[in-house]
């Protein structure tokens, strides 16, 4: 069973920082996607990521896509409070996709 | 337009009841999924649909039922409630498998006393 794994699991920081986050597996990805989700609602589809080595932005936001396709990494640039929320990556393959373990991200104004 | 509504949002139900979440999606997209949403457990797959009247379990299924008769709803039943229920249900959908991505609904907030 392949499994994602996401780090920092917590992550609180001032508004203006950078931060990273993570999403790993023990197995190659067939292609991965970010979500965010807000508390009380439902996540929602940042990002799409397909071929391995590839980057995708979107506004201050970057994506990675490791070489070898088992990692994903999100930079954010100039974190903001509306960037604060649960991040997911997600696998998919079949009909049955598996999602990460979730960083809470918490900016500080 | 959400695109996707759950209904009811909050529900409070009593162990040993069966309870019935509803979603329904306007998109006509073919692939729907229900999720359940715990501390420590991140989102687990309950059941899928791949069409009207095709269903198949996810990871954590025993003790809920599904079904599809149409396109735009998919109902997902507790047969017998119990606490360990007591979580956030999220319906999602899809427009096909592989790189397509999920639009979820707002979710469920389910308590079993």
């Known amino acids: 069973t392949q499994l994602l794994e996401q780090s920092p699991q917590f992550l609180s920081i001032q508004e203006g920082e950078n931060l990273t986050v993570y999403c790993n597996s023990s197995?190659?990805?067939?292609?991965l996607q970010w979500y965010r989700q807000e508390p009380g609602e439902g996540p929602v589809l940042l990002v799409t990521?397909?071929?391995?080595?590839e980057v995708k932005k979107l506004k201050r936001l970057t994506f990675q896509f490791g070489d070898a396709r088992k990692d994903s990494s999100l930079h954010i640039t100039a974190a903001q409070p509306g960037d604060t929320g649960l991040y997911l990556c997600l696998t998919s393959g079949t009909y049955k996709y598996i999602f990460g373990t979730g960083t809470r991200l918490k900016v500080l104004a | 337009d959400a695109g996707i509504t759950q209904s009811p949002r909050h529900k409070v139900t009593e162990t040993g009841t069966p309870v019935t979440l509803r979603c329904h999606q306007t998109?006509?997209?073919?692939?729907m999924y229900w999720y359940r949403q715990d501390p420590g457990h991140g989102l687990r797959l309950i059941h899928y649909s791949y069409g009207v009247k095709d269903t198949d379990k996810g990871e954590v299924s025993d003790g809920y039922s599904v079904s599809r008769s149409k396109t735009e709803d998919f109902l997902l039943t507790l047969e017998s409630a119990t606490s360990s229920q007591t979580s956030v249900y999220f319906c999602?959908?899809?427009?096909?498998?592989?790189?397509?991505?999920?639009?979820f609904g707002s979710g469920t907030r389910l308590t079993v006393v």
């Open positions: 999602a959908i899809s427009e096909g498998i592989g790189n397509y991505g999920y639009t």
């Open positions: 998109e006509n997209h073919r692939y």
């Open positions: 197995s190659v990805f067939s292609s």
């Open positions: 990521v397909v071929t391995g080595g």
